[in-house]
């Protein structure tokens, strides 16, 4: 079995990053978890994953004249597969997007869940591709209207070419804030349900300093029950491997941004 999901916001500072290997430890406990850096142009999941000195990253696996092999840019860190991807501006240049599809349907034959740290905006092919490629998206918002606004073009974006709505996560709630009225006006327009609210935590920025994910650093944490509160209501349904694999070889470029 295999699913892909995009998890995604449509603006930065939301913590996508932060929920996205949250949910990839907590989904490990009972699935093989594969995490993938899709935001090649702002990557920083190789700093929260302890990889920032990573020999090979997704990067070299999308620059056409570098012999890697994919398992080359794969590691074990925390009950997960992770490929982080490099921050080099000039590796950024060279990558070419549509090669992601061959690395990640190459990853879905050999995992059960695949999660893509998706890029924060819609501004180019290899922005859109992740969330073009996951079988459905996990939006993380803030709970507040522009936030929500952002996310929703994300989701049409996202429903435009076929991937559906897998829940939405309120991250960096503050106890002054109303998550219920913003909480009422998203069941109005994203599909699946609220998956989780999860409040402001100070363990966060400690986790990253100290190159580790929330759930590794501070698993007693609020904010860490939270995420596995999100992860527990996660449906994965059960796709085929070789099936997405082909899927993802044989998916179209997206023709307008």
């Given amino acids: 079995m295999v699913e892909a999901f ?61 012999d890697v092999a994919v398992e080359d840019a794969v590691y ?62 996990v939006v993380v918002l803030q709970p507040t209207v522009p936030s929500l606004s952002d996310g929703l073009k994300v989701q049409e974006y996202a429903h435009s070419y076929g991937t559906e709505t897998a829940g939405v996560v309120f991250n960096r709630v503050r106890p002054d804030e109303d998550v219920e009225r913003i909480a009422d006006h998203a069941s109005r327009y994203f599909g699946g349900p609220l998956l989780a609210s999860i409040p402001e935590s100070d363990e966060v920025r400690a986790a990253r300093r100290a190159g580790k994910p929330l759930l590794a650093h501070a698993p007693d944490d609020p904010a860490a029950d939270a995420f596995y509160e999100a992860a527990a209501k996660l449906d994965v349904r059960d796709g085929d491997g070789d099936d997405i694999a082909d899927r993802f070889q044989s998916a179209v470029i997206p023709d307008r941004i």
């Fill in 6 to 66: 995009a998890v995604a916001s449509g603006k930065g500072g939301t913590g996508k990053t932060t929920s996205t290997l949250a949910l990839g430890m907590a989904l490990a406990e009972t699935y093989d978890v594969t995490v993938i850096d899709a935001d090649t142009g702002m990557a920083n999941l190789l700093f929260h994953a302890g990889l920032d000195d990573a020999d090979v990253t997704l990067h070299d696996l999308l620059i056409e004249d570098r």
């Fill in 76 to 137: 074990d860190r925390f009950g997960m597969s992770v490929v982080p991807c490099g921050t080099s501006l000039a590796a950024f240049e060279e990558a070419d997007p549509e090669r992601l599809r061959d690395v990640v349907a190459e990853l879905a034959t050999d995992t059960d869940v695949l999660l893509l740290d998706s890029p924060a905006a819609l501004g180019s092919k290899s922005a859109v591709l992740p969330i073009v490629l996951a079988d459905r998206i």
